[in-house]
């Protein structure tokens, strides 16, 4: 199973970012999705998760900001990030729960890490 994240970059205060990642390879389900960030010198955070179901949650630093959604049938999760803070510059990451195979047990999976870099 590969996890590919894109869609970081530079942006100015007050702009926005959309992440993409997309999971491949032997996939049965993915009950959970996520993005998670790492400032430098900080600890990996939660961003944004959503289940297959369509629940989502959202850490402090994104609510208002950021919406976490996925699509099921293509295994991808994005994340809209609107009215970014310089604060919230990072490398962020790409998680999914998966089972691979009908009545096997769940595995984590990351993304190789996305950078995102908000100037003031």
């Known amino acids: 199973v590969q996890l590919q994240a894109s869609g970081g970059g530079l942006v100015q205060a007050g702009g926005s970012l959309r992440l993409s990642c997309a999971a491949s390879g032997s996939i049965f389900s993915i009950p959970v999705m996520a993005w998670y960030r790492q400032a430098p010198g900080k600890q990996r955070e939660l961003v944004a998760s959503i289940t297959s179901t369509g629940s989502t949650n959202l850490g402090d630093s994104g609510k208002g900001r950021f919406t976490i959604a996925r699509d099921n049938a293509k295994n991808t999760v994005n994340l809209q990030m609107n009215s970014l803070k310089p604060q919230d510059t990072a490398v962020y990451y790409c998680?999914?729960?998966?089972?691979?195979?009908?009545?096997?047990?769940?595995?984590?999976?990351w993304g190789q890490g996305t950078l995102v870099t908000v100037s003031s």
């Open positions: 998680y999914a729960l998966i089972r691979q195979y009908s009545g096997s047990e769940y595995s984590t999976h």
